[in-house]
């Protein structure tokens, strides 16, 4: 027998014997066998054309407000126009209400796109299921999905947060693996369909990727983010204008809170609120983002919404030899943002494998004096590192040695993560590597709000696995860790 099949099957039992235990200041040694890092082919089921003449296709809904009372539905028809109708209601098979939606297409290169229905549902109730129905005669499509409960410091809710899921068998693993969680709405962080990386940016696959990701987006919001995949400038081949497709494709509800652009907005549902920004657009001060993130920090108002969010592309702490040191620009304008207002998670793509860090911050660090090191701050945001969807690049499996002492676990595998919030005071959080088949709960910690549970005394370690690094320092960062034991 060959000695690789015998190991494999070793590595699994031993790992799994440290699932139960804290994972902290550890790389992953695991060990996974992976589906190629190549796109389903389009004639795959996965991306299967609805039937009927002029079905609508690709359909997907985000948030329309700001506190959680619409929702924008989205849709391509490739034939005609067709309708741009939304029929809706809260019983299966009969829609009481109607919105109208508007229309827009646009041209790549040679690629032309069909036409992309947006319609705003609003005034909705909360915690409701609404069934709607889109197309018609024998094309239409029915679909259902359910709204968050009203804004409330105490409302529980779980969100799902995948990045960088491209269209390849890994990404489809992910999606199923998420649809298992029961979470409720998808934080994402950014690069969707990798169309950008076949000729001329072929937007075929943006096409073929909002077929595969129907079967959750059509039911629950996608809390949309842009990625470098998304930014398509290619003036060589006349296409200039930054994150066309995307903006043509999807819509955010970014007047809600006041922005400038859809690029960056900020929402509230059930007890968090959450701040996207765009890790591709201007930042630095007095930039329009600058000043609105500025502002939407003032509005944030932890009595409604205790779980304060940040969601953004390129991560600011990461130890992975890909896309190192690419979010210190912004780490240097905005960290100092996140540790005064308290941010509880921060959660970013890019880097394609997962990193979860201590409450670290680097604040005092500036080019006329300070420290130069990140050290333990109870104020900081716990960052995540989640751009682990499954796209065809592969893995970035190289970290850094030594693992920084912020750095508390590291992993080279696809996934996605759940956000359970119980409370004002509590959340669980969960990594859940996609693995063999089955989801493999992985990294998972439970979170202390940074406002109300700031005085709570965190729990201390119960077992100390000898790691690497200072290990005075690591036990610092350990007092301030929300680690479930
Ligand atoms: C949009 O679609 C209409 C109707 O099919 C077509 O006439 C028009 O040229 C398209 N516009 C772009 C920018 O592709
Ligand atoms: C630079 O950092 C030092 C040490 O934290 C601090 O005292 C000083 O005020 C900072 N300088 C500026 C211009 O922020
Ligand atoms: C909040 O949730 C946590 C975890 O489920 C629980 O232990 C705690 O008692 C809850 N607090 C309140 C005030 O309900
Ligand atoms: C370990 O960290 C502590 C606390 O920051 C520091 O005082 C000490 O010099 C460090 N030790 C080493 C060996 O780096
Ligand atoms: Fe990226």
């Not at 079905?55 to 028809?77: C, F, L, M, N, R």
């Not at 709204?147 to 489809?172: C, H, K, M, R």
């Not at 919404?305 to 702490?317: G, K, S």
């Not at 676990?409 to 089955?438: I, M, P, Q, V």
Request: hydrophobic share 35%; charged share 20%.
């Amino acid at each position: 027998m060959d000695r690789r099949r015998l190991l494999i099957p070793l590595l699994h039992l031993i790992l799994l014997c440290f699932v139960d235990d804290v994972l902290s200041g550890r790389t992953s040694s695991y060990i996974r066998s992976e589906y190629p890092s190549t796109d389903i082919p389009l004639d795959n089921e996965a991306f299967v054309v609805p039937e009927g003449y002029n079905a609508p296709e690709q359909v997907h809904i985000t948030q329309g407000d700001y506190d959680g009372k619409a929702v924008i539905i989205t849709w391509v028809t490739n034939s005609e126009p067709g309708t741009s109708e939304v029929w809706y209601g809260t019983a299966e098979n009969k829609y009481e209400f109607k919105a109208q939606g508007t229309t827009t297409n646009y041209t790549f290169y040679d690629y032309k796109s069909g036409i992309i229905h947006h319609c705003l549902v609003d005034g909705l109730e909360y915690n409701t299921k609404y069934y709607y129905k889109i197309g018609t005669g024998s094309s239409a499509r029915e679909f259902w999905f359910q709204t968050p409960p009203e804004v409330n410091p105490d409302a529980p809710y779980t969100f799902g947060i995948i990045g960088d899921l491209g269209q390849t068998y890994n990404s489809l693993s992910t999606l199923e693996h998420y649809m298992k969680t029961g979470a409720q709405a998808i934080l994402f962080v950014g690069d969707l369909s990798y169309a950008d990386n076949y000729k001329y940016n072929d937007g075929i696959r943006w096409d073929s990727w909002g077929r595969l990701v129907e079967k959750v987006a059509a039911y629950q919001p996608w809390i949309w983010n842009t990625g470098n995949h998304e930014i398509e400038y290619r003036p060589d081949l006349g296409e200039a204008s930054p994150c066309k497709a995307y903006l043509h494709r999807y819509s955010t509800p970014y007047k809600a809170s006041k922005s400038t652009s859809p690029l960056w907005y900020a929402i509230r549902r059930a007890s968090a609120h959450i701040i996207v920004l765009s890790s591709y657009s201007p930042f630095v001060k007095y930039t329009p983002q600058w000043h609105w993130l500025r502002e939407e920090l003032k509005q944030v108002n932890r009595e409604k919404t205790p779980w304060l969010i940040v969601l953004m592309h390129v991560p600011l702490y990461n130890s992975n030899q890909a896309h190192y040191m690419e979010g210190e620009a912004m780490r240097a304008v905005f960290e100092s943002w996140f540790v005064q207002y308290k941010v509880d998670i921060i959660f970013a793509g890019h880097v394609h494998a997962y990193e979860r860090s201590y409450r670290v911050s680097n604040i005092n660090y500036n080019i006329t004096s300070g420290s130069p090191y990140p050290v333990p701050d109870k104020s900081a945001p716990v960052y995540i590192t989640i751009g682990d969807g499954g796209n065809q690049e592969g893995l970035a499996s190289r970290f850094f040695e030594v693992q920084p002492d912020y750095s508390a676990f590291r992993e080279a595998s696809y996934g996605h993560a759940t956000l359970e919030l119980k409370n004002r005071t509590h959340a669980l959080y969960h990594w859940n590597r996609n693995d063999d088949g089955k989801h493999v709960p992985t990294d998972h910690i439970v979170l202390h709000n940074q406002y109300w549970a700031s005085n709570t005394r965190r729990r201390r370690l119960k077992k100390h696995r000898k790691i690497p690094g200072n290990a005075s320092l690591i036990a610092k960062y350990e007092e301030l860790l929300d680690v479930l034991v």
